[in-house]
Each structure stands twice: as C-alpha cells, then as structure tokens.
Nanobody, 119 residues
Framework: QVQLVESGGGLVQAGGSLRLSCAAS????????MNWYRQAPGKQRELVAG???????NYADSVKGRFTISRDNAKNTMYLQMNSLRPEDTAVYYC?????????????WGQGTQVTVSS
C-alpha cells in the first residue's frame, strides 16, 4: 500500500516562510511527476507547482518567484519552500504523485496540510 504524508504546514505571518514536505512510502517502484496542489475554502483545488523525475519544475503564476519545489528521489520525498507568503496563500496543501506500485501506475494523494497566513 502506498502512502503520501505531508508535513510542515502551520500558521505564519504575511511575509514569512514555510517548508512543506511530502514523503511517499510503501510498495513504490518508481515515482514520475510529483505535484503540490492547494484548495482554499470555497475554491477549487489548483495546481501550485510540479516537478518531474528529472527535476524540471513548473509553477502557477501566482507563486512564481516565491515558491520553490524540489525532490529527493532516493528518499521518495518532495518539498515546497514557500517564501514571502501572502494571506491569499492560505489553503490546504496536498501532495500528489504519479507513480508505479506493484506493476500498476496511478495517481496518489496525501491527506493535506493546512497553511494559514495572517495579515
């Protein structure tokens, strides 16, 4: 069974920083693309950033220049360094991975971690 577990969320003042982590565990053969999504109250879930196995990253326009996504393939872990946080970044942040487990490829999600930015 595969699990994705996020950590690092919390309450921070505007202008502050947080670093999120997503650790994947279980019967994992290979992880392809990994992504961070977020969902604010009353809004649809949106893609924040994604990173390929070869470390090619892409970002939503709203976070470019402030957030940095990275991963450690040896540890099956992904990170999101969030700087210059704004109140509009407040949301539940979810980890997503496209991976191969026991011969089957599929999309997996974490349970989410709350990020709250106060003004």
């Amino acid at each position: 069974q595969v699990q994705l577990v996020e950590s690092g969320g919390g309450l921070v003042q505007a202008g502050g920083s947080l670093r999120l982590s997503c650790a994947a565990s279980g019967n994992i053969f290979r992880i392809s693309t990994m992504n961070w999504y977020r969902q604010a109250p009353g809004k649809q879930r949106e893609l924040v950033a994604g990173i390929t196995r070869a470390d090619t990253a892409n970002y939503a326009d709203s976070v470019k220049g402030r957030f940095t996504i990275s991963r450690d393939n040896a540890k099956n872990t992904m990170y999101l360094q969030m700087n210059s946080l704004r109140p509009e970044d407040t949301a539940v942040y979810y980890c997503n991975a496209d991976l191969n487990s026991l011969g089957l490829r599929g999309q997996y999600w974490g349970q989410g971690t709350q990020v709250t930015v106060s003004s």
